[in-house]
């Protein structure tokens, strides 16, 4: 009978000095532009396909792709192959692997998930980084079958400029927002569709010229004229990174 290797959760092998070395770490194994990556077993909430469609995430930053809805659920969805330095992964086909970690949810795009492995905590090496400019996403590696493996480091990924953090919603939650649901007013902009809680609007004004105003900044266009007031517009797109 073959013994029991004990395990530890794959997001203490590096910040718990006291792990035992020979502690198996259960990963998941992706690849992503024909490289291989390892994400922690414990920290996968599920995968889904890639849609055909990416939705908006209403931000800006380098590796955020866009988001997708899982039962309801918004999942930011980030694409690191720039950041690793493997150039355009580009859209589908793929994968996105719905990571976990509290209970901030991201989604990972890669182009194939190859199963589980388990790695001994003494064979990951952390990489150490002179001068980095921070947000390293994948901060260690290891050797598998002569082939090197970054374990992708979620929460570095969830502290990049500009990713948005999505709490997950219990289904207890869920039923509870149900009690005194908001009236919302839903609009479009460059094809995203948005929502505003009716309570704040005042009214609309449609076919209303932008007249340029003095001292605007970068998310103000100009102003329009109601009810013989000036009243500011911001530039939304901009503001939610739709102007790309």
């Known amino acids: 009978m073959s013994a029991v290797t004990p395990t530890v959760a794959a997001a203490e092998y590096h910040s718990d000095d006291t792990v035992p070395p020979d502690r198996a770490i259960h990963v998941g194994m992706v690849r992503l532009c024909g490289r291989d990556l390892a994400v922690p077993a414990d920290h996968v909430r599920e995968v889904v ?43 589908g086909p793929g994968v996105v692997v719905v990571l976990r970690c509290d209970r901030d949810l991201i989604g990972l795009f890669v182009h194939a998930v190859s199963g589980l492995t388990s790695v001994r905590a003494s064979d990951i090496q952390p990489h150490l980084f002179v001068e980095a400019k921070g947000g390293q996403v994948v901060s260690s590696s290891f050797a598998l079958d002569d082939r090197l493996v ?76 109601y009810l013989d007031l000036e009243v500011p517009v911001i530039d939304d797109l901009a503001l939610l990174g739709l102007s790309g």
């Open 49 to 91: 396909p890639f849609p055909d469609r990416l939705e908006p995430a209403f931000a800006d930053a380098e590796a955020l792709a866009g988001s997708v809805i899982v039962r309801g659920q918004v999942v930011p969805v980030v694409n690191i192959a720039r950041l690793l330095g493997f150039g355009e992964a580009g859209a």
């Open 150 to 225: 970054g374990m992708v480091d979620i929460a570095a990924i969830l502290s990049l400029p500009g990713v948005p953090r999505v709490r997950e919603i219990a289904r207890a939650e869920r039923q509870a927002m149900l009690v005194g649901q908001t009236r919302l007013l839903v609009l479009s902009v460059a094809g995203a569709d948005l929502a505003l809680e009716a309570s704040f609007v005042v009214a609309t004004v449609p076919g209303t010229q932008v007249r340029a105003a003095p001292g605007v900044g970068d998310q103000w266009v100009g102003v329009v004229d």
